[in-house]
Nanobody, 127 residues
Framework: QVQLVESGGGLVQAGGSLRLSCAASGLTFSRYALGWFRQAPGKEREFVAASGWSGGSLRYADSVKGRFTISRDNAKNTVFLQMNSLKPEDTAVYYC????????????????????WGQGTQVTVSS
């Protein structure tokens, strides 16, 4: 049974930082692209960042480029999202997701392409 468990969310002031973690089990972690998505109240779930197998193929939403960094530790089956210079508009529930892919270069920003999802962790940025 595949499980993705996020942690690290919380309340932070604007300009602050948080580091989210997502621990995976029940899958061959090193053969999955991993992504982070977020959903604010009343809005659609949107893409934030994604990483290919080895971490060499990365994608970011324009809204977080230069502020957020995705990384992964395949030995620990964990993916991270370092979030710096946080803004109130970053407030959302953050979800990690896994997508089985055929190569280390393959990574998608499309929500429907991801097969497995975590339960989410709340990030609140106060102004």
């Amino acid at each position: 049974q595949v499980q993705l468990v996020e942690s690290g969310g919380g309340l932070v002031q604007a300009g602050g930082s948080l580091r989210l973690s997502c621990a995976a089990s029940g899958l061959t972690f090193s053969r999955y692209a991993l992504g982070w998505f977020r959903q604010a109240p009343g809005k659609e779930r949107e893409f934030v960042a994604a990483s290919g197998w080895s971490g060499g193929s990365l994608r970011y939403a324009d809204s977080v480029k230069g502020r957020f960094t995705i990384s992964r530790d395949n030995a620990k089956n964990t993916v991270f999202l370092q979030m710096n210079s946080l803004k109130p508009e970053d407030t959302a529930v953050y979800y990690c997701a896994a997508d089985i892919t055929r190569s280390s270069l393959e990574v998608t920003t499309t929500r429907s392409e991801y097969q497995y999802w975590g339960q989410g962790t709340q990030v609140t940025v106060s102004s």
